[in-house]
C-alpha cells in the first residue's frame, strides 16, 4: 500500500492550499480516510476525516469551516482543501487510511 501525498508549500496567511493523497496497493473504495498533521515539537492530531460516503466527513475544531475534506473514487485520490490559512496550520500534514501511513507534505504558512 501506497499513500503519496502532495501539493505542500509555502504560502502566505489568509491563502489557500489543495492537497492530494494518491492511494494505490488498496481497494480504494472500501476505506476510509484521514489527514493528520505533525506541528513543530507538537504531537501528531487529527485534521479530518472522511467515510465511505463524500458526506460522511468530520474535523478538528480548530478547521472547522475552513478545511474540506473529499474523496475521487474514479481517481483513487483524498483531497484537503485548506482555505484561511493561519499560521498555526504549520505542519507536516499525513494521509492515513486504516493503519497505513503516507509519507507527509510539509504546510508553511508565513504570517
Known amino acids: 500500500v501506497q499513500l503519496q501525498a502532495s501539493g505542500g508549500g509555502l504560502v502566505q496567511a489568509g491563502g489557500s492550499l489543495r492537497l492530494s493523497c494518491a492511494a494505490s496497493g488498496l481497494t480504494f473504495s472500501s476505506y476510509a480516510f484521514g489527514w493528520f498533521r505533525q506541528a513543530p515539537g507538537k504531537e501528531r492530531v487529527v485534521v479530518a476525516t472522511i467515510g465511505l460516503g463524500a458526506g460522511d466527513t468530520n474535523y478538528a475544531d480548530s478547521v472547522k469551516g475552513r478545511f474540506t475534506i473529499s474523496r475521487d473514487n474514479a481517481r483513487n485520490t483524498v483531497f484537503l482543501q485548506m482555505n484561511s490559512l493561519k499560521p498555526e496550520d504549520t505542519a507536516v500534514y499525513y494521509c492515513?487510511?486504516?493503519?497505513?501511513w503516507g509519507q507527509g507534505t510539509l504546510v508553511t504558512v508565513s504570517s
Open positions: 492515513v487510511a486504516s493503519s497505513y
